[in-house]
């Protein structure tokens, strides 16, 4: 009888609840192919609650279930390498018995091994427990939305390879999502320094089998569709021990990759930015939390960070931060030069490289924080700078990074709020500031995210935020000043100068303001600039009087301001011809900004108005 093309494998460990619903899958999906291309093979792993008896069920009804047995549990790794040696398939899907295919899987894999790859990638679709959907995902940086071809002929391809990771699953650590070319994969572990025997017991047998698989010259192919059912939370060791699971994912990446990428620097750091791109920054915090007071944890969790290439800044100052916030341990009167000298809060963010901050509101909002953004930008300490701000922010923040993000529209459309959440995490900050005096949701969202080892924030809650929430989300930040402060506190808190007003207007938009000015024939020092952003204002009777008392004092009237400022100033400059020119609703905030900074001085009130007390001198009374 010919060996068939595909085997369906299973390995199972007390899993009596779980395991029907993947074995169903298994069957169901090999019953879609002809005869004999496709067996089904369970594992069981020592089980002791009545996962035999179900297996010997699902028997009954399919005689060709193959099924295997050991009679005590020998960990993970044995289970797995003993479905690829008792597989009979020319390639082996191996799934999680947690996991289950998804309906049409089978049929898509079998085209896909048709044009005889080494090995295949799939997307996975998250599930609850009860199995239904959540979303999908897939393990690029930036996404691969059309199925592709990887020739990995040499290490500068995998490396390229590597490099195009976000997660550990497109380096084959998520067993679900992979078919492998079952011969070639044991091969790989047969060698003779006793390698094979070396890597059991680690949890990571699958990718120490891998690694040396595709540094030989492999064909790896990516389908971007979910294949696979992927139930999420039953990472009970995670969810027990956030150390025990992060210290078993550091010890096997690294102890891999120093094995077989020990005499190759890039490639080993790009195997390595696979881990940390999975596990970001956050892996720092959580073996640093996970470790508490126990000196050997961090120890140990310390010296694989760095191996891993993790930012020694992060871990530093992770570790400072702890010990000077949790455990409450004063400060050495000597600072150890391995610890960057990091003090306090300021010092932590000395170590930044990249600074997110959330700044509440509108155009209000975005000159209250002038001072700060100024400070963080001329400081030169950060490399980027990135904004949260209400849209229609990002033409006043030359220079930086923005997200624009309505509150609103965060709030009720989680789509979005996934976007920009992904987006601040994805960043990497060093610093991040929540400039929110009202501690609004979003801000917090945004730092529980980030895990920015230099956090800041107000003190403060958003209205019906509930105490447990509350608690989860308050602890992502290092400190929290009283919201009652001046402008520059936040500024004060990092060490910074506050400098105002400085940010705005660039000088390019200084440039194109003197332009527009110059193309008119005014001068700068005589011109008097009209906002007509509130309605009160430009209402009042005295105005005109006080604007005829301006032109005849020798100064021209530039009218300015929002969309509908335009139509309120029109009667008001009508009047003076040759010596008024209304520009309302014509400007950008950026070029509006650079016009009253030229200008002798504004009138006027509303938004705008803001804008003019920031940038622009005073005007007559």
Same mark, same amino acid.
């Given at each position: 009888?010919?060996?068939?093309?595909?085997?369906? /494998?299973?390995?199972?460990?007390?899993?009596?609840?779980?395991?029907?619903?993947?074995?169903?899958? $298994?069957?169901?999906?090999?019953?879609?192919?002809?005869?004999?291309?496709?067996? %089904?093979?369970?594992?069981?792993?020592? &089980?002791?609650?009545? &996962? $035999?008896? %179900?297996?010997?069920? @699902?028997? #009954?009804?399919?005689?060709?279930?193959?099924?295997?047995?050991?009679?005590t549990n020998r960990g993970y790794d044995a289970n797995y390498l003993n479905c690829m040696e008792e597989a009979r398939g020319e390639y082996v899907w191996i799934v999680g018995d947690d996991d289950a295919w998804a309906p049409g899987s089978v049929a898509r894999m079998l085209q896909e091994l048709a044009a005889d790859p080494d090995a295949v990638l799939c997307a996975a679709t998250e599930c609850d427990m009860a199995m239904r959907p959540t979303g999908t995902r897939g393990w690029f940086d930036h996404p691969e939305t059309a199925p592709r071809i990887w020739r990995l002929r040499n290490r500068a391809d995998l490396a390229a390879y590597f490099d195009a990771l976000r997660y550990?699953?497109?380096?084959?650590?998520?067993?679900?999502?992979?078919?492998?070319?079952?011969?070639?994969?044991?091969?790989?572990?047969?060698?003779?320094?006793?390698?094979?025997?070396?890597?059991?017991?680690?949890?990571?047998?699958?990718?120490?089998?891998?690694?040396? @698989?595709?540094?030989?010259?492999?064909?790896?192919?990516?389908?971007?569709?979910?294949?696979?059912?992927?139930?999420?939370?039953?990472?009970?060791?995670?969810?027990?021990?956030?150390?025990?699971?992060?210290?078993?994912?550091?010890?096997?990446?690294?102890?891999?990759?120093?094995?077989?990428?020990?005499?190759?620097?890039?490639?080993?750091?790009?195997?390595m930015g696979v881990l940390r791109r999975n596990h970001q920054d956050i892996m720092v915090r959580r073996m640093r939390m996970g470790a508490a007071d126990d000196a050997g944890r961090w120890r140990e969790a310390r010296e694989l960070l760095l191996k891993a290439g993790f930012d020694p800044v992060w871990v530093e100052a992770a570790d400072f931060l702890y010990r000077m916030y949790i455990l409450d341990i004063p400060m050495s009167?000597?600072?150890?030069? =391995?610890?960057? /000298?990091?003090?306090?809060?300021?010092?932590?963010? +000395?170590? $930044?490289?990249?600074?997110?901050?959330?700044?509440?509101?509108?155009?209000?909002?975005?000159?209250?924080?002038?001072?700060? !953004? #100024?400070?963080?930008?001329?400081?030169?300490?950060?490399?980027?700078? !990135?904004?949260?701000?209400?849209?229609?922010?990002?033409?006043?923040?030359?220079?930086?990074?923005?997200?624009?993000?309505?509150?609103?529209?965060?709030?009720?459309?989680?789509?979005?709020?996934?976007?920009?959440?992904?987006?601040?995490?994805? *960043?990497?900050?060093?610093?991040?500031?929540?400039?929110?005096?009202?501690?609004?949701?979003?801000?917090?969202?945004?730092?529980?995210?980030?895990?920015?080892?230099?956090?800041? $924030?107000?003190?403060?809650?958003?209205?019906?935020?509930?105490?447990?929430?509350?608690?989860?989300?308050?602890?992502?930040? =290092?400190?929290?000043?009283?919201?009652?402060?001046?402008?520059?506190?936040?500024?004060?808190?990092?060490?910074?100068?506050?400098?105002?007003?400085?940010?705005?207007? &660039?000088?390019?938009?200084?440039?194109?303001?003197?332009?527009?000015?110059?193309?008119?024939?005014?001068?700068?020092?005589?011109?008097?600039?009209?906002?007509?952003?509130?309605?009160?204002?430009?209402?009042?009777?005295?105005?005109?009087?006080?604007?005829?008392?301006?032109?005849?004092?020798?100064?021209?009237?530039?009218?300015?301001?929002?969309?509908?400022?335009?139509?309120?100033?029109?009667?008001?400059?009508?009047? *003076? #011809?040759?010596?008024?020119?209304?520009?309302?609703?014509?400007?950008?905030?950026? =070029?509006?900004?650079? +016009?009253?900074?030229?200008?002798?001085?504004?009138?006027?009130?509303?938004?705008?108005?803001?804008?003019?007390?920031?940038?622009?001198?005073?005007?007559?009374?």
């Amino acid at each position: 009888m010919a060996s068939p093309l595909l085997s369906l /494998c299973i390995p199972t460990c007390a899993r009596v609840k779980l395991l029907p619903t993947a074995l169903e899958s $298994a069957l169901t999906e090999a019953a879609t192919a002809p005869e004999g291309v496709v067996e %089904v093979l369970v594992s069981d792993n020592g &089980s002791v609650d009545g &996962s $035999a008896d %179900v297996i010997r069920e @699902f028997q #009954a009804r399919w005689p060709a279930l193959r099924a295997t047995r050991f009679e005590t549990n020998r960990g993970y790794d044995a289970n797995y390498l003993n479905c690829m040696e008792e597989a009979r398939g020319e390639y082996v899907w191996i799934v999680g018995d947690d996991d289950a295919w998804a309906p049409g899987s089978v049929a898509r894999m079998l085209q896909e091994l048709a044009a005889d790859p080494d090995a295949v990638l799939c997307a996975a679709t998250e599930c609850d427990m009860a199995m239904r959907p959540t979303g999908t995902r897939g393990w690029f940086d930036h996404p691969e939305t059309a199925p592709r071809i990887w020739r990995l002929r040499n290490r500068a391809d995998l490396a390229a390879y590597f490099d195009a990771l976000r997660y550990q699953a497109g380096a084959f650590a998520f067993i679900s999502v992979a078919v492998i070319r079952r011969r070639r994969f044991l091969a790989s572990l047969e060698n003779p320094d006793g390698y094979r025997q070396a890597h059991q017991e680690t949890g990571y047998i699958h990718v120490a089998g891998m690694l040396p @698989f595709l540094l030989a010259p492999a064909v790896l192919h990516w389908i971007p569709e979910p294949l696979i059912l992927n139930r999420i939370g039953m990472d009970t060791t995670g969810a027990a021990d956030p150390w025990a699971r992060g210290i078993l994912d550091l010890r096997g990446w690294v102890r891999i990759g120093e094995r077989f990428l020990g005499d190759d620097p890039v490639l080993r750091n790009a195997f390595m930015g696979v881990l940390r791109r999975n596990h970001q920054d956050i892996m720092v915090r959580r073996m640093r939390m996970g470790a508490a007071d126990d000196a050997g944890r961090w120890r140990e969790a310390r010296e694989l960070l760095l191996k891993a290439g993790f930012d020694p800044v992060w871990v530093e100052a992770a570790d400072f931060l702890y010990r000077m916030y949790i455990l409450d341990i004063p400060m050495s009167p000597q600072l150890r030069p =391995a610890g960057l /000298c990091l003090a306090d809060l300021p010092l932590a963010a +000395l170590g $930044a490289r990249r600074a997110a901050l959330n700044i509440p509101g509108g155009l209000e909002g975005l000159l209250d924080a002038a001072g700060l !953004l #100024a400070a963080l930008r001329d400081s030169g300490r950060f490399e980027r700078i !990135l904004v949260v701000c209400a849209p229609g922010g990002a033409d006043l923040l030359e220079g930086f990074e923005v997200l624009e993000a309505d509150p609103i529209d965060f709030g009720r459309d989680r789509a979005f709020q996934e976007h920009c959440l992904a987006r601040v995490q994805a *960043f990497r900050p060093g610093l991040y500031v929540n400039a929110d005096r009202g501690r609004g949701l979003q801000g917090d969202l945004l730092a529980a995210r980030a895990q920015a080892p230099a956090a800041l $924030a107000f003190r403060g809650r958003s209205e019906g935020l509930g105490d447990a929430l509350f608690k989860v989300l308050d602890r992502a930040y =290092a400190l929290r000043l009283e919201p009652d402060g001046a402008s520059g506190t936040l500024a004060a808190a990092l060490g910074l100068p506050d400098l105002g007003g400085r940010l705005w207007p &660039s000088a390019p938009r200084r440039e194109e303001a003197a332009r527009i000015l110059g193309e008119a024939g005014w001068d700068p020092a005589h011109t008097l600039a009209v906002v007509g952003d509130d309605p009160a204002f430009c209402a009042d009777p005295g105005l005109p009087a006080a604007l005829g008392r301006a032109v005849a004092a020798g100064a021209t009237l530039l009218g300015v301001g929002g969309r509908t400022s335009y139509n309120r100033l029109d009667p008001l400059l009508e009047p *003076f #011809a040759e010596k008024a020119m209304n520009l309302g609703g014509a400007l950008e905030p950026a =070029a509006l900004g650079a +016009l009253l900074g030229l200008c002798m001085g504004f009138l006027g009130g509303g938004t705008g108005a803001v804008l003019a007390r920031c940038v622009a001198r005073p005007g007559p009374a």
